[in-house]
């Protein structure tokens, strides 16, 4: 598949604060990327589709204005946690699709915010 | 009712065990599925696809039944290695392709 790398790998904020994660699609060009977040013991839930050159396609219910996604080339996607609070606290990660390899995911972020 | 359902565990077993996990998806259009392993606090791995036809991959068979809309992973000979969650997954079909996570089950093999 392909290779993702995802950076920070943990960050710990004060609440009011903002938080940039990054994902790059090392070995591939990836014109879509995927933005998840998994709180403890559930799921990963699809946040968003960052699309390299356009706006984000947010999921019901996340915060376009709160979670801001650019995808301004083929190799690097940003999530920004604007205003974080206590309940932004959870796990995000990024993955990339490639044709053939199916999907591959970022290490993933762990956010705290205090 | 959740797009994906699993079993919510946790299964503890011990050593050499046979465990299987099952698995449903509500969509009925839905085209591909997966099972996806997650150790804690790390991103998930893909563990295998799954195909109406069965396939395995050493110790680990997987099944799909597209009519009872139903996927199950087969672990036999469990390794205290194979504890770890394991995500059932769908993708949708359609434009928007997306996947669909399962909550997890989460395995515990004991020495």
């Known amino acids: 598949g392909a290779v993702v790398s995802q950076h920070p790998s943990r960050v710990i904020c004060k609440s009011g604060t903002s938080v940039k994660i990054e994902c790059r699609s090392l070995d591939f060009q990836a014109t879509t990327m995927f933005w998840y977040r998994q709180f403890p013991k559930q799921s990963l839930m699809l946040m968003a589709t960052?699309?390299?050159?356009?706006?984000?396609?947010?999921e019901q219910g996340v915060e376009k204005d709160k979670f801001l996604i650019n995808h301004a080339s083929l190799t690097l996607s940003t999530l920004t946690v604007t205003s974080a609070h206590p309940e932004d606290s959870s796990f995000y990660i990024c993955?990339?699709?490639?044709?053939?390899?199916?999907?591959?995911f970022g290490s993933g972020t762990r956010l705290t915010v205090v | 009712r959740k797009e994906v359902e699993q079993d919510p565990g946790p299964f503890n077993v011990p050593e050499g065990a046979t465990v299987a996990f099952n698995c449903t998806y509500s969509n009925s259009a839905s085209q591909s599925f997966f099972w996806y392993r997650q150790d804690c606090r790390k991103e998930p791995k893909l563990l295998m696809s799954?195909?109406?036809s069965g396939n395995e991959d050493g110790r680990f068979t997987a099944q799909l039944n597209r009519a009872s809309q139903y996927i199950s992973l087969l672990i036999r000979d469990s390794k205290l290695s194979d504890s770890a969650t394991y995500l059932c997954v769908v993708l949708s079909s359609g434009s928007a392709r997306q996947l669909t996570f399962g909550s997890g089950t989460q395995l515990t093999v004991l020495p």
């Open positions: 960052s699309n390299e050159g356009s706006k984000a396609t947010y």
């Open positions: 799954v195909y109406s």
């Open positions: 993955s990339v699709s490639r044709a053939n390899y199916g999907y591959t």
